[in-house]
């Protein structure tokens, strides 16, 4: 079954303080691996798109990485408006595209 | 201007009533979903219409039926609603039937539907 886990499923941490966000896969077929942030009350925001092994994207303070079993989101001294929910996505054939999401990872950064 | 913009933005109900929730994007994508988050935030796929046609369909009960009158609107129509239908509805759409060249998914704002 395709499935999408990220951990942790909390991560707090000082400003400044760098840290990695895990997202683990199985999926048949992967067309591709996004990642979004979601505010509280709000939609997902789209943030990154990776296709294949190796690839890396990077947007301010963040970079996305990708393997062929995980995708690591890495924070770089990161700030209180970087708060949010992380979400990790795969899109997959099942006879059809789709895209599964994980549950998120929520980041709480104290000033 | 809201790209994707849904309504209700909250909706507390009893069960056993019938309600819907509309949704429009001015983006000119010619396909839109209806995602279902649950109280643990997964966010689950439970309709996808690309040119008002039916592309995906989900393990939902018949008792959800999404209609879409054009391809800028999307909405979806709950019957007799249950204690477990209660969560966070997200009407998003994309670019392409697929998604696949940036897999960029534009969501709305969610609407929270309350079964008491």
């Known amino acids: 079954e395709d499935q999408v886990t990220q951990s942790p499923e909390a991560l707090r941490l000082q400003e400044g303080e760098s840290s990695s966000l895990n997202c683990s896969y199985t999926?048949?077929?992967?067309?591709?691996l996004f990642w979004y942030r979601q505010d509280p009350g709000k939609g997902p925001e789209f943030l990154f798109t990776?296709?294949?092994a190796g690839e890396e994207k990077e947007k301010e303070r963040l970079k996305a990485t990708l393997t062929k079993k995980e995708s690591f989101l890495h924070i770089t001294a990161p700030k209180p408006e970087d708060s949010a929910t992380y979400l990790c996505?795969?899109?997959?054939?099942?006879?059809?595209?789709?895209?599964?999401f994980g549950a998120g990872t929520r980041l709480f950064v104290k000033a | 201007d809201t790209a994707v913009s849904q309504t209700p933005k909250y909706l507390v109900t009893q069960m056993g009533n019938d309600k819907s929730i509309k949704c429009e994007q001015n983006?000119?994508?010619?396909?839109m979903y209806w995602y279902k988050q649950d109280s643990k935030k997964f966010l689950k796929i439970m309709f996808s219409?690309?040119?008002?046609?039916?592309?995906i369909n989900e393990t939902v009960p018949n008792r959800f039926s999404p209609k879409s009158p054009d391809k800028a609107h999307l909405n979806l129509h709950i019957n007799s609603l249950e204690l477990g239908d209660s969560a966070v509805y997200f009407c998003?759409?994309?670019?392409?039937?697929?998604?696949?060249?940036?897999?960029?998914?534009?969501f709305g704002e969610g609407s929270r539907l309350t079964v008491l």
């Open positions: 983006l000119g994508h010619d396909t």
């Open positions: 990776l296709y294949s």
């Open positions: 998003a759409s994309s670019q392409d039937r697929l998604a696949s060249d940036t897999g960029e998914l534009f």
């Open positions: 996505a795969v899109q997959a054939y099942t006879g059809g595209f789709k895209t599964i």
């Open positions: 219409y690309n040119n008002k046609e039916l592309i």
């Open positions: 999926v048949s077929g992967l067309r591709g």
